[in-house]
């Protein structure tokens, strides 16, 4: 498969284990939080998504955190299985940009 | 509904030439960004069309171009190519402009220049 990030920070999870991917993100004035989840030779992938008036917000067996004050986002996912192996990246939206994070590879182990 | 096609899939280019991407949005939306994706940069923002006008661009060359259509396909122009301008060009679509919502990704075109 295609390669989206040599040196990317790695997660490594048993299966089955709760995995927790965090993100600093750049502006304060951002309102608008994605994470998306890459596999390999495919494009970016909707997980879920947050607005900044809310603090938590949770989908099947994933649940984003949003800490405004410190800037930070994360994503923890339950049980998590060899299917969630992939890079999974933040996002924000800045004055109608979406602005990327460096991305974090899980892997899950069997 | 189908999902976001892109195409070509890959393509193989000299420096000096030019290339021209196809994206063909989720039926019903009218928002359609591009990216570049390479190892050391990341998912990169290009530009957003929205309703056949461009909202937003980010911070790449001139030689950067797009445009949307009425039936809000779109295509990516990149002239005069560059060796680092190698990478894989997603784009993605959206039924709010803006990047206020949820973005549906196509596959991407590898482009790889020589």
């Known amino acids: 498969g295609e390669s989206v990030g040599l040196h990317l920070p790695t997660l490594s999870v048993q299966e089955g284990d709760n995995s927790i991917i965090n993100c600093a993100y750049s502006?304060?004035?951002?309102?608008?939080f994605i994470w998306y989840k890459q596999e390999s030779g495919k494009g970016p992938q909707f997980i879920i998504d947050?607005?900044?008036?809310?603090d938590k917000r949770q989908g099947q067996r994933v649940t984003v955190l949003l800490n405004k004050t410190v800037k930070h986002l994360s994503l923890q996912i339950a049980a998590t299985q060899p299917g969630d192996s992939a890079v999974y990246f933040c996002?924000?939206?800045?004055?109608?940009?979406?602005?990327f994070g460096a991305g974090t590879r899980l892997f899950v182990k069997a | 509904k189908a999902g976001v096609t892109q195409t070509p899939r890959y393509l193989i280019k000299t420096r000096g030439q030019q290339v021209t991407l196809s994206c063909s949005p989720i039926?019903?939306?009218?928002?359609v960004s591009w990216y570049q994706q390479t190892p050391g940069q990341g998912l990169q923002f290009l530009f957003e069309?929205?309703?056949?006008?461009?909202?937003n661009k980010g911070n790449f060359p001139g030689r950067f171009s797009g445009r949307q259509f009425s039936n809000s396909r779109s295509e990516m122009n990149v002239s005069t190519l560059e060796l680092g301008d190698s990478a894989l060009y997603l784009c993605?679509?959206?039924?709010?402009?803006?990047?206020?919502?949820?973005?549906?990704f196509g596959p991407g075109t590898r482009l790889t220049v020589l």
């Open positions: 993605a679509s959206s039924s709010l402009a803006g990047g206020d919502s949820e973005q549906f």
């Open positions: 502006n304060s004035a951002s309102d608008y």
């Open positions: 947050i607005r900044s008036n809310m």
């Open positions: 996002a924000e939206n800045e004055g109608f940009k979406t602005i």
């Open positions: 039926s019903g939306h009218r928002s």
């Open positions: 069309y929205f309703s056949e006008t461009q909202r």
